[in-house]
């Protein structure tokens, strides 16, 4: 049974998404979009996914960077797995960056930056994944409010869709907003029927400098923030379209 909520307006617009490390810039795009944004945290690890890794440029092509993990499963939630203690990754991750954006006209700024995303002590991943999201957030001054945690709802039971207007109607939410790639997985019927418009987020093309290389799209918002101001990624923030 969906949650029966008070009879309250609904003026807010809402997304619902697993942390990522360092996710791309659309990810971001999709905070800014909204009012608030609540981080999945208590559905299954995927290997081979985003959740704990992502890309970089290196020498002018995509390079995987990855954050380690104790007993990695599919089997287990995000919010039941780790981050590997300490056995020399933290410093090989940062000279592999180092490497990679030592030239980047935000390399200083970025690197201290990420430092203290790295040496976060909760080795927790879920909580690892929001301080690196929070700190993200900050960096770009970001203010969409976070829902740091979706096991909040007491909801896991209910399977896909369902569970997804369920948060949406608890949060008073009035829009529901998913990547693009969400088209086939959400139908505007289902959130129609409980007073809520679908939305699909789809970025437009951006350009921006990555020095002597042609442009990489897709990378790691590390990728943008070595090579642009705050400024003006919240210009890149605002190149979408709400489909």
Not at 37 to 59: C, K, Q, S, T
Not at 97 to 119: C, K
Request: charge should be neutral; proline fraction near 5%; charged fraction near 20%.
């Amino acid at each position: 049974m969906l949650f029966n909520p008070a009879t309250t307006p609904r003026m807010k617009t809402i997304a619902i998404m697993q942390p990522y490390f360092l996710p791309y810039l659309g990810y971001f795009q999709l905070i800014a979009a909204v009012d608030k944004f609540v981080v999945l945290d208590d559905v299954n690890y995927i290997r081979g996914g985003w959740i704990n890794r992502n890309r970089m440029l290196m020498n002018g092509a995509p390079h995987l960077f990855t954050l380690p993990l104790r007993g990695a499963s599919q089997n287990r939630r995000i919010c039941d797995l780790a981050v590997m203690e300490d056995n020399g990754w933290r410093d090989k991750l940062l000279r592999s960056i180092s490497q990679a954006y030592g030239r980047a006209p935000y390399y200083t700024q970025v690197i201290a930056l990420l430092e203290t995303m790295l040496h976060f002590p909760n080795l927790q991943l879920d909580q690892f994944l929001l301080n690196s999201l929070q700190k993200s957030m900050q960096y770009l001054d970001l203010n969409t409010e976070l829902g740091p945690t979706s096991r909040a709802y007491g909801n896991d039971a209910l399977a896909g869709d369902q569970r997804i207007i369920d948060i949406c109607i608890r949060e008073g939410a009035s829009d529901y907003i998913n990547p693009i790639g969400g088209t086939g997985l959400y139908r505007h019927e289902d959130f129609q029927q409980h007073g809520i418009a679908l939305h699909f987020l789809k970025s437009r093309p951006s350009s921006y400098s990555q020095g002597k290389h042609p442009h990489t799209a897709g990378l790691s918002i590390l990728d943008v923030m070595m090579h642009n101001a705050p400024a003006t990624i919240g210009q890149l923030l605002i190149e979408k379209d709400l489909l």
